[in-house]
């Protein structure tokens, strides 16, 4: 294992054991539940925003380490950001997640994402890391629909 796979090993890891963001958000305007079956990782995410902004945001994250350390890194990069800013920060993510060429330059806000380009190498473990994403998208569009008082569930396949 080269240095910087045990740098990014070990920022997973810091991230899993010390999740940020954690917990429930009491009144959020959107709460959804998401659930990777083929692994078990559950997460309730909770956000509030309006038609500009993602003000705040907590998850509960019940899953392996890749899945929490994933969500905890989301919960940072978009905390706080213009709503155009977050969809933008979930596409560079997803498609570097995604891509066979794997290209996707990160800026430096988005740095601690390079911990995650790693489980690329575990095919079976890349909807770990993107289930906060799914989730956090499904939302957004949940959001955008208007329809912000029924629960909702966002399940990886
Ligand atoms: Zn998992």
Request: aromatic share 6%; hydrophobic share 30%.
């Amino acid at each position: 294992m080269s240095l910087t796979d045990e740098l990014y090993r070990e920022t997973i890891l810091d991230h899993y054991h010390h999740p940020r963001n954690q917990g429930e958000l009491n009144n959020a305007t959107i709460k959804i539940e998401g659930v990777n079956p083929l692994c078990g990782d559950e997460i309730t995410l909770y956000f509030n925003a309006d038609d500009k902004t993602l003000s705040d945001v907590k998850i509960n994250s019940h899953g392996c380490s890749i899945n929490t350390a994933s969500g905890s890194i989301m919960t940072e990069c978009v905390k706080g950001q213009s709503l155009e800013n977050v969809k933008e920060v979930i596409n560079t993510f997803k498609t570097m997640m995604l891509s066979k060429e794997d290209n996707t330059e990160l800026s430096e806000e988005l740095e601690e994402l390079e911990c995650l380009r790693g489980v690329k190498k575990y095919p079976v473990r890349i909807k770990c890391a993107l289930l906060p994403w799914n989730t956090l998208q499904q939302g957004l569009e949940r959001l955008s629909s208007g329809k912000t008082d029924n629960q909702d569930q966002y399940v990886e396949k």
